[in-house]
């Protein structure tokens, strides 16, 4: 697989907004420095300032728009902008509220895998020729033990919930925004690589096991200075699929001033104006909660385990988190959110 690594964008920030007057005066209330003023914002509830890598979870860069400290910030109040200051209330740990939550299917379990094992049966007779062998993506193994898988799920709806998302394991093509014909392999600048069909039909396996509850191993955690993280919950081999990165899909045009921290490039076409990205503020999976490397250093970059592949599927694009060295269970996943274009800021990253 060729290193077609996508950006994860994030748009232009507007600086912070300190009277020229009154600069020496402002201090971060966390540090109690004055200095990088221009990572240094100004809460619109109570004027008091925070560095952007003094708060908890920090935060890349100077959001655009209004931003609220996290005492001002409260989740009555839908106009203020900030993220999770205090550790989410957890998604209660019901089956049946878990199922409801992500529409498993109800599928009985020897029904499932005489169907899998119909699929993978191998067509017997002819001689097998030697060819040069091929690195094939492999499907996740989940967990055995149904009360951790429930577990692994319950994590994501909490993180989920908490951020204001639905669930969803798809790209969603909404009114008013990206048509899904506008989704053109065809169009991407240089061409993209195409997925083999047998690692389409592993992609596919993957979708198929979610949907009846066979999760990933994964699981979702609250940390104070990265926020939302997803770590592995048993061991995870190289190549491994790790999920399909989803949202709303939209023209990179029509999002350019968006203050989203999430969007994803979905299509680079040649013409700009063609240029898709993935917006999972209202709809993602697991994808949205997986953090980036801090590649300005090297024990930043020796964190990363993933990497985010775009591919040619049937004509559309569609971008893919796959393990790119064995993970250990307990290991939390990165990935380099920036590839060649280094538009992401990530050097506060931790």
């Known amino acids: 697989m060729g290193p077609a690594t996508p950006l994860r964008r994030r748009t232009r920030a507007r600086p912070a907004r300190v009277d020229d007057g009154d600069d020496d005066d402002v201090r971060c209330e966390a540090c109690g420095s004055g200095e990088s003023a221009a990572e240094l914002l100004l809460c619109d509830g109570c004027d008091r300032g925070l560095h952007i890598f003094c708060l908890r979870p920090i935060l890349p860069r100077v959001p655009a728009g209004d931003w609220f400290c996290p005492s001002c910030a409260s989740p009555s ?88 998302a639905v669930f969803s394991n798809e790209l969603t093509y909404v009114p008013g925004m990206a048509p899904r014909s506008a989704n053109r392999a065809a169009l991407e600048s240089g061409g993209m690589q195409l997925l083999p069909k047998e690692d389409v039909e592993t992609l596919n396996l993957c979708k198929r096991m979610m949907e009846r509850g066979e999760w990933p191993p994964l699981l979702v955690v609250y940390d104070p200075v990265e926020g939302f993280t997803v770590e592995a919950d048993r061991f995870i081999k190289d190549l491994t699929i790790i999920t399909e990165y989803v949202g709303d899909v939209d023209y990179l045009a029509s999002r350019e001033h968006d203050d989203g921290d999430s969007m994803m490039t979905l299509l680079s076409a040649a013409a700009p104006s063609r240029s898709l990205v993935i917006c999972p503020d209202k709809r993602s999976n697991i994808a949205r909660f997986i953090n980036g490397i801090n590649n300005h250093t090297p024990d930043g970059r020796k964190k990363q385990n993933l990497k985010c592949v775009r591919y040619d599927v049937d004509g559309e694009c569609r971008v893919l988190l796959v393990a790119n060295r064995d993970i250990s269970k307990g290991e939390r996943l990165y990935y380099d959110y920036n590839g060649s274009e280094h538009e992401y800021p990530t050097h506060h990253f931790v």
Request: positive net charge.
């Open 77 to 164: 109040s839908h106009s203020k902008k900030s993220q999770v200051a205090k550790t989410p209330k957890q998604f209660p740990l019901v089956q049946t509220k878990i199922v409801d939550f992500f529409k498993i299917q109800r599928v009985p379990a020897a029904a499932a895998e005489l169907s899998e094992g119909k699929k993978r049966k191998r067509k017997p007779g002819g001689i097998r020729l030697a060819s040069k062998k091929k690195r094939k993506l492999l499907p996740f193994n989940p967990s055995d033990d149904q009360a951790t898988r429930l577990r692994q799920m319950a994590s994501l709806a909490t993180a989920l919930t908490a951020t204001g």
